[in-house]
């Protein structure tokens, strides 16, 4: 075992070796995800200077590492920020989660900024108790919602709760109702999207519908208005999901040619501009924004964990959209409005 803080002298075959590289193979005790966060952190010094990962050795450089193997664990902070309660009993609570909030922090994230303004933090702050499953950075985490989503949420209180809710969840048996508006106009009022959802290759950070080895995924929508604007046509849309997929209706809605408005990410424009044929009211901008994801978890359906009662809680729009909505039904003087079928 290897005592730290380290110093040890590059070899003569080390030139040529990015720094990174040459710690890794040197020591067997740090990942070299680790060597790299202590690099940033400036915990590794060459010659007594703080240096990059992509440093190229020369050979016969003093190497010192000031930092642990490991980094410390990471657990969740609890904060005093406002929460929107539905409901809560002994078991379970009900949260409506804002856009822009991270349900918990990532694996990689540290003491700051990043392991700040979590739903998880909220949660620790106004619980006295949740379930332990999830581990130190997700308790009382059963499900997620995007950072740019809003709605409703279940957050277990114990850890047999965490159990009884996850089999559901697991045996589709939660039933979630989202709404959200998207680009264009579907073909169908209604239909069903079955196409099993993987990681992209080259984009990380994607879903997509056009891999291999991807997850079953289910989703069911419905129109529910149709809106021709001078900013271009849109649908507001009822989806229930039977599968939970990282980004599933996000990614569904774009694989048919209709982004949800505002997910960059999946197609959509940055901004809504208005087009030159199509006259706006007085007093519309050129342009509309929206700094979110148009989607919402807007209705929940469980069965209690403990008692077996059914339960079901929703919630509205939040203001952001409605007023999106409002502007874009109210851009045109002639009534832009149109239902289902017309």
């Known amino acids: 075992m290897l005592d730290f803080p380290l110093t040890l002298t590059a070899s003569p075959e080390a030139a040529g070796q990015r720094l990174d590289q040459y710690l890794a ?35 016969e450089e003093e190497i010192t590492v000031t930092g642990p193997p490991q980094a410390p664990p990471l657990r969740a ?34 003491d700051d900024a990043r392991n700040r303004g979590t739903l998880v933090n909220a949660l620790l702050h106004h619980f006295e108790k949740l379930s332990a499953i ?15 989503t809003s709605g409703l949420m279940v957050v277990a209180k114990n850890d047999e709760s965490h159990r009884r809710l ?90 048919l040619g209709h982004p949800v408005v505002g997910d960059a990410l999946y ?28 989607l919402h978890s807007a209705v929940l359906e469980l069965t209690h964990p403990r008692t077996k009662e059914p339960l079901k809680f929703s919630r509205p729009l939040p203001k952001e959209l409605e007023n999106l909505l409002d502007k874009l039904e109210n851009a045109r003087q002639e009534g832009p409005r149109q239902e289902p079928g017309q």
Request: net charge positive; proline share 3%.
């Open 77 to 110: 902070i609890p904060e005093e920020i406002a929460l929107d309660i539905v409901y809560e009993d002994d078991d379970l609570a009900i949260v409506n989660k804002p856009a822009g909030m991270m349900v918990h922090a990532g694996a990689g994230a540290t």
């Open 267 to 294: 197609g959509a424009p940055g901004e809504l501009r208005s087009q030159s044929n199509k006259r706006r009211a007085a007093g519309m901008p050129a342009t509309l924004t929206l700094d979110r994801n148009f």
């Open 166 to 255: 996850a089999k559901q969840f697991s045996g589709r048996e939660v039933r979630k109702t989202y709404i959200a508006l998207v680009h264009g106009w579907p073909k169908q009022d209604r239909g069903t999207i079955q196409s099993a959802i993987s990681r992209h290759t080259q984009r990380r950070t994607r879903m997509t519908t056009q891999g291999f080895g991807g997850r079953e995924a289910v989703t069911h929508y419905v129109v529910k208005r149709k809106i021709d604007s001078p900013y271009g046509k849109f649908t507001l849309v009822e989806l229930k999901i039977e599968t939970g997929r990282t980004h599933q209706i996000r990614v569904h809605m774009s694989s």
């Open 25 to 59: 193979t040197q020591l067997s005790e740090v990942s070299r995800a680790r060597v790299q966060q202590l690099i940033a952190k400036g915990e590794v010094l060459v010659n007594r200077t703080a240096a990059k990962a992509s440093l190229r050795l020369k050979g």
């Open 134 to 148: 999830g581990g130190e950075l997700r308790p009382g985490i059963v499900h997620r919602l995007d950072r740019a």
